[in-house]
């Protein structure tokens, strides 16, 4: 998006309709203000909106604009990426429903023996951190297993990208892939779910192994507890 006095900056979209849109932004911007945005990937649409208001989200701002009166071709061919954008959240929901299933949480490689093993997933919510291309984040693990994790973190990411996962409690890290990916409206922050991709059986026994040693200690906490 692009101000009027110049400025440039990229935007995640959280809602969009053909009224308006409501932004995650990295800068704030005061209400009143107006902007050209360019909506979409490739040459995208290019609308005037006004910013309604904006209100700070951790490091981050949320913006709710409004779009000037389009032309009949722009609204045109906004209905279209207003489709466009709920059927990518309907693929992304589903993906984000097979993710949770523990049946398709399953190791790259597995040990002998267990190769018709299904992955036990642990609720642990701890800290921990993850490489999103090449700098490191802070995020909170929600649950792990050897197939995968739930994550999450305040990074923006997208469904297939490329990730480096360090498992908590060990200094191991694996490659793993973004198969889901859902913003919290409460705080909008991204939950995302990854799959591991093993280097070798041994990482991935390394891993099966920590995730013991986890599930081990989130027992005996919850024992505790009671």
Do not use: C, W
């Amino acid at each position: 998006m692009r101000l009027f006095d110049g400025s440039a900056f990229q935007a995640v979209t959280l809602d969009l309709s053909v009224k308006g849109a409501r932004l995650l932004s990295p800068v704030g911007v005061r209400a009143g203000s107006k902007m050209r945005l360019k909506i979409g990937t490739g040459l995208g649409i290019a609308v005037r909106a006004n910013v309604l208001g904006s209100r700070p989200i951790g490091d981050r701002y949320e913006l709710r604009v409004v779009f000037e009166p389009l032309t009949p071709s722009a609204e045109d061919a906004l209905h279209r990426e207003v489709r466009a954008a709920e059927r990518v959240a309907l693929e992304e929901r589903r993906k984000a429903a097979r993710f949770e299933t523990p049946a398709m949480e399953r190791p790259h490689f597995s040990a002998p023996g267990d190769e018709r093993r299904r992955s036990r997933r642990v609720r642990i919510e701890t800290s921990g951190r993850i490489r999103v291309g090449t700098a490191y984040v802070n995020a909170k693990v929600l649950d792990i297993s050897s197939g995968g994790a739930k994550i999450r973190l305040a990074q923006v990411v997208r469904v297939g990208e490329g990730v480096t996962f360090v498992v908590p409690g060990s200094e191991l890290e694996v490659r793993g892939t973004v198969r889901s990916v859902r913003v919290r409206a409460k705080d909008l922050h991204f939950e995302i779910g990854i799959t591991f991709e093993f280097a070798d059986t041994e990482q991935a026994r390394a891993v099966r192994a920590q995730i013991l040693e986890l599930r081990r200690q989130a027992e005996t906490a919850a024992i505790a507890i009671s």
